[in-house]
């Protein structure tokens, strides 16, 4: 094979392996005023412990995605997460009496039905929202109920 027909058959084989290339979302970043909070809350929270990194962050395993908390306060407010963070539970309960202890259960309203409360979602999902100090909102569905789409 000559040098030419060689480059075109590699060519092939990267297109070929770049469409099967799906990114992987594997790191989410919020940010927060105070670490030490934010560790405990979500230490609390997530009903998981979170391992310490430099740089003013904290990283917890959240199945495939890791949650890295920030603390930006040396360079000023926190920015909230647009959108809320989606986290899937075994025990749906076990996670709400975790947010209603830390007083941290949305008081909006999600599509007619109280947001801080566990309702079975028009799109069938069981869940319930949250927000954490520093107004990121979070929502917690349970596993097995999830749309997907």
Same mark, same amino acid.
């Given at each position: ?7 075109? @058959?590699? *060519? !092939? #084989?990267?297109? *070929?392996?770049?469409?099967?290339? &799906?990114? %992987?979302?594997? $790191?989410?970043?919020?940010? &927060? $005023?105070?670490?030490? /909070? ?5 230490? !609390?929270?997530?009903?998981?412990? +979170?391992?310490? %990194? #430099?740089?003013? *962050?904290?990283?917890? @395993?959240? +199945?495939?995605?890791?949650? %890295? &908390?920030?603390?930006? /306060? /040396? ?22 009496? *975790?947010? !209603?202890?830390? $007083?941290?259960? /949305?008081?909006? @309203?999600?599509?007619?039905?109280? +947001? +801080?409360?566990?309702? &079975?979602?028009?799109?069938? @999902?069981?869940?319930?929202? #949250? ?19």
């Amino acid at each position: 094979m000559s040098a030419k027909e060689h480059d075109k @058959e590699k *060519r !092939k #084989a990267n297109k *070929r392996t770049a469409s099967n290339d &799906v990114p %992987q979302f594997f $790191r989410l970043n919020i940010e &927060v $005023r105070d670490l030490a /909070s934010a560790i405990s809350f979500y230490t !609390k929270l997530l009903g998981v412990e +979170g391992r310490k %990194q #430099a740089g003013s *962050r904290c990283y917890f @395993e959240c +199945g495939p995605v890791t949650l %890295q &908390v920030l603390d930006v /306060s /040396s360079l000023g407010q926190p920015h909230p997460a647009a959108k809320a963070l989606y986290f899937t539970v075994k025990d749906l309960e076990a996670a709400y009496e *975790r947010a !209603k202890a830390l $007083r941290c259960l /949305s008081r909006e @309203e999600v599509h007619d039905a109280p +947001g +801080g409360g566990i309702v &079975v979602r028009p799109w069938g @999902e069981r869940s319930f929202y #949250a927000e954490d100090p520093w107004k990121n909102p979070l929502c917690f569905a349970e596993l097995g109920t999830v749309y997907t789409g």
